[in-house]
């Protein structure tokens, strides 16, 4: 995460040799340390299958598939104003597509991820110009329609186990790339040797998104397209293509949220209709962890994620219960902690880990900024 | 005259998706307001008429007149304590509060009442039917959903057009500022169309209970049926919803007849069409 500073190019020249100079800023002295804090993090969680049990292994597969999705969805109704409530599409796209490749062409496991998230693009694709017409709240609801159209006709493929769905045997994913290496580097059995290849592939994929969505929200394009949702004609004047920016970031977020789907439905190895469009499994948690943990964030997704894991482990024997309490602390913190969890600390404590707000600040001439 | 009972099928289901589609349009229409538990009040209409009827032991009637009330005042009371505080120029958070809620009454639904099936009762009424033509009958309860659908239009379009709490709405929905200088309470105004909004649904609940079984699950369906009807007919015309509704409807009788599991297929892709082909809709208002 480097320092972005920006002099400003016109004072440079005329300013005497030690006058002070303005400057844009991106980055923190806590965002720093928080980086290097963070590369730590993440070399510590990908040596952890080597001492970590099963079932800790899934509980993250669980936390690093729902971070991204929180991630992408932040970044697209958040930042990119795209109200989407259809997101389960992607990621039933993206799993059907796996399964397809899989049991239809024989595809590796690992090679049909980015082919599934492809698929799920192309469909985007597709179905942008159609929804990008309706306005707005009626965009989420158009969404959800199509993701429901998407999720009807995928339980027509009768080869992809129709309305009942399908399960892909253990022997067809016994010859995928890397669980050979794996087995023999960890001595495990192939079904838990699978779990930890898709927890690293979930794992890179976290970071990958995460770093991929914080250095877009740093560019100039992430100002063009905070600036087409809070006022896309004032955009539009200076210069940002507003309808196209939309349109590429729905294409890419679907890409994305495709892959997620299928390195999701690798582990579970199982699919069907009913759960791999399920509104409540891939848009309604999505939606709370972002909401509690704080829009319009990084750390956001990440703080939500983390309590809904908590809460997961008290609460999800209760089922619907669980909703029921996650869904009313959406709504509570959304009327009186609208910035949500992270939000009202970073206001508090004037904490920014992955900072993306550009400050002007003096620096002395001659001295990098730092 | 299948492919005659095909039409009068879609035309009578297309009544209930109409009375679906009121209160989402009437409320998107004064305060831009989507709210995406409407099918889930819907939901909980039809329980609580359920529960009137049976723990009570009203007459159907009696209960569906006790829970217009209730939801009435419960509409009024989540736009004073929870709407009103999110509304702004932010459509996020609106959407998430009543997204949030769609799911806390589902889910709620599931804890009160399980995931069983249930119906309401309207004795002989449900099964008797109307001959209109030798050899063709008509099930008396899907009539009178359409007949009820179109007398709800022409009550809302009397509420609008020509009271003053009518005119208080258009005014609040043209310009909530000015308005407010002509003393009109904006408050109150966006309360009363919430209440209104969820004392229509309970009609569109009552009409739901008898025709089909229901079960806690169906609600979000009910919204994005309630949501086509209203784009397919257009924008800001009540008749154009009623007009929307009917068309789907059709779309998913001619979907199920030809193959059954098309039913529901059929009628989102007729949304996605006139999306595609007409995206202001096929009966848009005048006015812009």
Redesign the interface.
Same mark, same amino acid.
């Given at each position: 995460m480097s320092v972005e500073s920006i002099p400003i190019p016109a004072s440079r020249k005329q300013r005497p040799a030690d006058a002070p100079v303005w400057q844009v800023r991106v980055g923190t002295r806590l965002s720093r340390v928080a980086a290097v804090a963070g590369i730590a993090l993440i070399v510590a969680l990908a040596a952890l299958p080597a001492i970590a049990s099963r079932n800790l292994i899934q509980d993250l597969i669980f936390v690093f598939t729902m971070l991204t999705l929180a991630q992408l969805w932040n970044v697209l109704a958040g930042w990119g104003g795209l109200i989407s409530v259809g997101q389960q599409a992607f990621v039933g796209l993206g799993a059907y597509a796996l399964f397809a490749g899989i049991v239809m062409a024989g595809l590796d496991p690992v090679a049909a991820i980015p082919l599934a998230g492809l698929f799920a693009a192309l469909i985007a694709a597709v179905l942008g110009p159609l929804l990008f017409r309706l306005e707005g709240p009626y965009f989420a609801i158009g969404s959800w329609v199509a993701a429901e159209a998407l999720r009807l006709i995928c339980a027509q493929f009768k080869s992809l186990g129709g309305g009942t769905g399908m399960s892909i045997l253990p022997g067809e994913l016994s010859q995928m790339v890397g669980l050979k290496a794996v087995q023999a580097l960890l001595g495990l059995r192939p079904a838990a040797a699978r779990d930890v290849l898709v927890y690293w592939l979930a794992l890179l994929l976290a970071v990958l998104i995460t770093l991929g969505i914080y250095a877009f929200m740093r560019s100039h394009h992430g100002l063009a397209l905070a600036a087409s949702r809070d006022n896309a004609a004032a955009a539009r004047s200076v210069g940002v293509r507003t309808a196209r920016t939309r349109h590429v970031l729905w294409i890419a977020v679907a890409f994305a949220t495709g892959m997620v789907g299928a390195v999701v439905y690798l582990q579970k190895a199982r699919i069907s209709p009913d759960a791999a469009f399920s509104v409540t499994d891939w848009t309604a948690y999505v939606i709370f962890i972002v909401v509690i943990g704080g829009v319009r964030t990084i750390e956001g997704p990440m703080v939500g994620v983390l309590l809904l894991w908590g809460l997961v482990t008290y609460l999800a024997q209760y089922g619907s219960l669980y909703l029921v309490v996650l869904g009313t602390l959406a709504i509570l913190i959304m009327l009186f902690m609208p910035n949500g969890v992270w939000g009202a600390a970073a206001r508090r404590w004037q904490l920014q880990l992955f900072p993306t707000r550009r400050r002007l600040g003096r620096s002395e001439s001659g001295r990098m900024p730092f | 005259m299948s492919g005659f009972d095909t039409i009068i099928e879609g035309v009578l289901l297309g009544g209930v998706y109409a009375l679906f589609a009121l209160g989402l349009s009437l409320i *998107?229409g004064i305060m831009? =307001? %989507?709210n +995406?538990a409407h099918g889930d009040l819907i939901l909980l209409a039809a329980y609580l008429v359920l529960s009137a009827t049976t723990a009570l032991g009203l007459p159907l009637a009696a209960a569906s007149l006790l829970v217009v009330i209730a939801m009435f005042v419960l509409g009024f009371v989540l736009q004073r304590l !929870?709407l009103e505080? %999110?509304l702004g120029n932010d /459509?996020? @958070? @609106? $959407?998430? %509060?009543t997204? &949030? +809620?769609s /799911? !806390?009454i589902?889910? &709620?639904l =599931?804890?009160g009442y399980g995931a069983d099936s249930r119906r309401l009762q309207a004795g002989a009424f449900e099964s008797s039917s109307v001959a209109l033509a030798p050899g063709l009958s008509v099930g008396l309860a899907p009539l009178t959903a359409l007949v009820t659908a179109v007398a709800a239009v022409a009550l809302l379009q009397l509420i609008f057009y020509r009271t003053s709490l009518g005119r208080a709405f258009r005014a609040t929905a043209d310009n909530p500022e000015i308005a407010q200088l002509m003393g009109i309470n904006e408050r109150n105004v966006y309360a009363i169309a919430v209440g209104l909004s969820l004392a229509v649904s309970v009609i569109a609940a009552v009409v739901l209970g008898i025709r089909a079984s229901f079960d806690p699950s169906i609600g @979000?369906?009910r $919204?994005?049926y309630a *949501?086509?009807a209203v /784009?397919i007919g257009g924008l800001g015309s009540l008749w154009g919803t009623l007009a929307g509704g009917i068309v789907l409807g059709l779309a998913q009788a001619i979907g199920g007849r030809i193959n059954p599991?098309w039913q /529901? +297929?059929a009628g989102?892709?007729a *949304? $996605?069409t006139v999306?595609?082909v007409r @995206?202001r809709g096929l009966f848009p208002a005048r006015r812009t």
């Open positions: - | *998107f831009r =307001l %989507v +995406l !929870v505080r %999110v /459509i996020l @958070p @609106p $959407l998430l %509060v997204f &949030g +809620l /799911i !806390v589902q889910n &709620g =599931l804890l @979000p369906a $919204l994005l *949501f086509e /784009i599991e /529901i +297929l989102h892709l *949304f $996605l999306l595609m @995206p």
